[in-house]
């Protein structure tokens, strides 16, 4: 049987109780959960942006982008951050695939 142990020669307070350590735990995915998320972004956008093709073909690619904003912005609520705009305009987002998750 495997048990938690406080770091070793840590004397910051965020390590003073082991809810601390979860918390921080927690936080820590939190962020590569974001990073993730955001990786998806760039990769479909990137499809979408690339793609040279008729209208029906290009549908798919359009639903994944909205999908992968979606779950990008839903983890940047999670993590406390609730102005998208920012990331709108750090990855280009286009209006049609805002249109596609209700914004205007």
């Not at 601390?20 to 590569?32: C, K």
């Not at 990073?35 to 549908?59: H, N, Q, S, T, Y």
Request: aromatic share 8%; with cysteine.
């Amino acid at each position: 049987m495997s048990s938690l142990r406080m770091p070793q020669g840590s004397t910051s307070p965020l390590f003073k109780s082991g809810a601390s350590i979860l918390d921080y735990e927690i936080q820590e995915e939190r962020g590569y959960a974001l990073g993730r998320a955001g990786e998806r972004v760039e990769r479909a956008l990137a499809a979408l942006k690339a793609f040279d093709g008729p209208d029906e073909d290009r549908a798919p690619l359009l639903k994944e982008a909205a999908t992968a904003v979606w779950y990008y912005f839903i983890q940047r609520e999670a993590c406390g951050i609730r102005n998208q705009k920012p990331a709108i305009e750090h990855y280009g987002i286009p209006r049609e695939v805002l249109m596609r998750l209700g914004a205007t």
